[in-house]
């Protein structure tokens, strides 16, 4: 099987970590196997 190289990129706040999540949870549920890294944004104060 080929390996495939999916990027997202957005403004802060667009939803990119959350359609990631959804999407690795939906592509391990067809038996894909899913690895990367997902670098979670830290916001003090609402920033």
Known sequence: MSKRLLLI????????????????????EMGYEVGGMVS???REGGV
């Not at 990129?9 to 391990?28: D, F, N, R, S, Y």
């Open 9 to 28: 990129t957005g403004p802060p706040g667009i939803g990119k970590t959350t359609v990631l999540m959804h999407a690795v949870g939906a592509l391990k």
């Open 40 to 42: 979670r944004e830290v």
